[in-house]
């Protein structure tokens, strides 16, 4: 799936400080790892009827960082390994 597909899914309460300082503080290299490779940083990204439901810090932090110069990476069309 495309990063930019993601952004109509409803994101779960994201109030746990320690994960959103977790994921914010990711350099873009190690972001995407957790996002594409679900055996090493982080679980697989799981999708819902129209809503996340593993993986939605890490998605937010990956939509902020969409379409900022300083973070190349993070395009509309980058591909993310996401579980139906």
């Given at each position: 799936?495309?990063?930019?597909?993601?952004?109509?899914?409803?994101l779960?309460d994201?109030?746990?400080?320690?994960?959103?300082?977790d994921?914010?503080?990711?350099?873009?290299?190690?972001?995407?790892?957790?996002?594409?490779?679900?055996?090493?940083i982080?679980?697989?990204?799981?999708?819902?009827?129209?809503?996340?439901?593993?993986?939605?810090?890490?998605?937010?932090?990956?939509?902020?960082?969409?379409?900022?110069?300083?973070?190349?990476?993070?395009?509309?069309?980058?591909e993310?390994?996401?579980?139906?």
């Open positions: 799936m495309k990063l930019g597909d993601l952004k109509d899914f409803e779960p994201l109030g746990d400080a320690d994960k959103l300082a994921t914010h503080g990711m350099d873009d290299h190690r972001l995407l790892d957790s996002m594409n490779n679900p055996d090493g982080g679980g697989s990204i799981i999708l819902g009827d129209g809503e996340v439901l593993n993986g939605n810090h890490r998605i937010a932090e990956a939509l902020r960082r969409m379409g900022k110069p300083e973070h190349p990476l993070f395009t509309p069309d980058r993310i390994l996401v579980v139906p």
